[in-house]
């Protein structure tokens, strides 16, 4: 099985590499592969089931996951059942079709403040299944560990409209980032820690707020598995401690 993933994951990451050249061409921007994926992005993997109640409420909606953004650039989704719903702008809960040829993609945060709030980080949500499980496997494409962060110089583009601008600015008040700097490694301190319990960390004030990822009650998921890609970077810093997988 491992030759299949790995195989797998070199190709999702090229499709990753090609939304972030498309993703330049929309911004009329520079390259953002050459300057925020080089040497090499951090991809996570992960593989969650989501397993129906054994107990079902007719009263209470049982929640694989709460309402959440998610954390960086962009996660690609390869999923087998319904169950993911998204935020629409009318504020209205919308339940993403299950097309076998699809892979959905959520922008992250980060990206979202870069670009000024021209590309969204959509609330999401995982409803549990009401009989049998559901598979979901995100793929965590993100930039490269030593990447400079800063907002995109995107005066050339039309200017967001005052709404716009509240809109977004609201959006963002409900995030992990209190801002745009420094480098991506900081960024994901917080989350490697969670690995690394017993890491100490230099505060980082832009990466000072809890996560969103609870917004709603939730059921963790019952089964998890993290494959970790590119994370050589991660056990050179953090002086080639082993991760804690629980």
């Known amino acids: 099985m491992r030759p299949a993933v790995l195989t797998w994951i070199e190709q999702i990451t090229d499709l990753g590499k090609a939304?972030?050249?498309?993703?330049?061409?929309?911004?009329?921007?520079?390259?953002?592969?050459?300057?925020?994926?080089?040497?090499?992005?951090?991809?996570?993997?992960?593989?969650?089931?989501?397993?129906?109640?054994?107990?079902?409420?007719?009263?209470?909606?049982?929640?694989?996951?709460?309402?959440?953004?998610?954390f960086g650039y962009l996660t690609l989704l390869t999923t087998d059942a319904p169950g993911l719903q998204v935020n629409s702008p009318s504020g209205d809960w919308v339940d993403v079709p299950l097309n076998d040829d699809y892979i959905i993609c959520n922008v992250g945060d980060m990206l979202d403040q870069m670009t000024g709030g021209r590309?969204?980080?959509?609330?999401?949500?995982?409803?549990?299944?009401?009989?049998?499980?559901?598979?979901?496997?995100?793929?965590?494409?993100?930039?490269?560990?030593?990447?400079?962060?800063?907002?995109?110089?995107?005066?050339?583009?039309?200017?967001?409209?005052?709404?716009?601008?509240?809109?977004?600015?609201?959006?963002?008040?409900?995030?992990?980032?209190t801002g745009v700097s420094g480098v991506?490694?900081?960024?994901?301190?917080?989350?490697?820690?969670?690995?690394?319990?017993?890491?100490?960390?230099?505060?980082?004030?832009?990466?000072?707020?809890?996560?969103?990822?609870f917004m709603l009650p939730s059921i963790r998921p019952s089964m998890h598995n993290d494959l970790k890609i590119g994370m050589g970077s991660y056990w050179r810093v953090l002086g080639n401690q082993k991760p804690r997988i629980s």
Not at 30 to 41: I, M
Not at 61 to 67: L, S, V, Y
């Open 19 to 70: 939304l972030s050249d498309a993703i330049s061409l929309s911004l009329e921007r520079q390259c953002l592969r050459e300057k925020y994926l080089a040497p090499e992005p951090v991809a996570i993997v992960r593989c969650f089931k989501y397993t129906a109640p054994k107990t079902p409420s007719a009263s209470q909606q049982a929640w694989g996951i709460g309402e959440h953004t998610d």
């Open 119 to 177: 590309f969204k980080s959509t609330p999401h949500r995982v409803v549990t299944p009401p009989q049998g499980s559901r598979i979901s496997v995100p793929f965590f494409f993100d930039f490269s560990w030593d990447a400079k962060m800063e907002y995109l110089p995107l005066d050339h583009l039309p200017a967001l409209t005052p709404e716009e601008q509240a809109i977004a600015k609201a959006r963002w008040e409900q995030t992990t980032f």
């Open 184 to 213: 991506w490694a900081q960024y994901l301190a917080k989350k490697v820690k969670k690995v690394f319990p017993d890491l100490q960390l230099p505060n980082f004030e832009h990466n000072a707020k809890p996560s969103t990822r």
